[in-house]
């Protein structure tokens, strides 16, 4: 199957920092790549739907001047947490699927993060 | 509104059966997925149905009731390692996922 890559697997932060993080499909282009939060016990939360070279798409509640996506190219999109809070600290996973009628969702390794 | 309900945990014996019940409500219908996620690690794809029916693929199978609105999950001589959260998503008109809260399921000797 297709491989998505996600980078950092963990990272711990001070409280105020910026983080990145990446995720790649290796070997297919994905117009469309997901972004999700997991705390722990509970279920994905979609926070946002990243687009190749268009504005993400925000689910409600989350905030994009937060949570800032980028998708600048096919195989690329970057979620960066800005001016990280500890309540920020969380498993963030990405996804993305082979065209937009296709099901089955590739996911990224994840990316832990803790807040200090 | 959209919906997708599992039951929150459930605890099986290695070399058992389980059945994880998984009911959902979208707005249409593009297929119900079935994906395992072991603790600290992401999701990872076991099935998709579309057409009513059970499908097999080898200890796990998914069975869906598009009438009933009704998919279950079902592992076969279960092992050690199945012990993980199932996650169960509805696939609606827009070709978006509905996720549910994911079912933990416990292997005990």
């Known amino acids: 199957g297709a491989v998505v890559s996600q980078h950092p697997s963990r990272v711990i932060c001070k409280s105020g920092t910026s983080v990145k993080i990446e995720c790649r499909s290796l070997d297919f282009q994905a117009t469309t790549m997901f972004w999700y939060r997991q705390f722990p016990k509970q279920s994905l939360m979609l926070m946002a739907t990243?687009?190749?070279?268009?504005?993400?798409?925000?689910e409600q509640g989350v905030e994009k001047d937060k949570f800032l996506i980028n998708h600048a190219s096919l195989t690329l999109s970057t979620l960066t947490v800005t001016s990280a809070h500890p309540e920020d600290s969380s498993f963030y996973i990405c996804?993305?699927?082979?065209?937009?009628?296709?099901?089955?969702?590739?996911f990224g390794e994840g990316s832990r993060l803790t807040v200090l | 509104g959209q919906n997708i309900d599992q039951p929150t945990e459930m605890t099986a014996t290695e070399g058992a059966i389980v059945q994880i019940n998984c009911t959902y409500q979208?707005?249409?219908?593009?297929?119900l997925f079935w994906y395992q996620q072991h603790a600290g690690e992401a999701p990872t794809f076991l099935s998709y149905n579309v057409l009513d029916g059970l499908e097999e693929k080898g200890r796990f199978s998914s069975f869906l009731s598009r009438s009933k609105g009704y998919s279950y999950l079902l592992l076969k001589e279960l092992q050690m390692k199945d012990s993980a959260s199932y996650l169960c998503a509805g696939m609606d008109s827009n070709y978006q996922l509905i996720w549910g809260a994911g079912t933990k399921l416990i292997i005990k000797p």
């Open positions: 979208t707005s249409g219908f593009n297929g």
């Open positions: 990243s687009n190749e070279g268009s504005k993400a798409t925000y």
């Open positions: 996804s993305a699927r082979v065209g937009r009628e296709a099901g089955e969702l590739f």
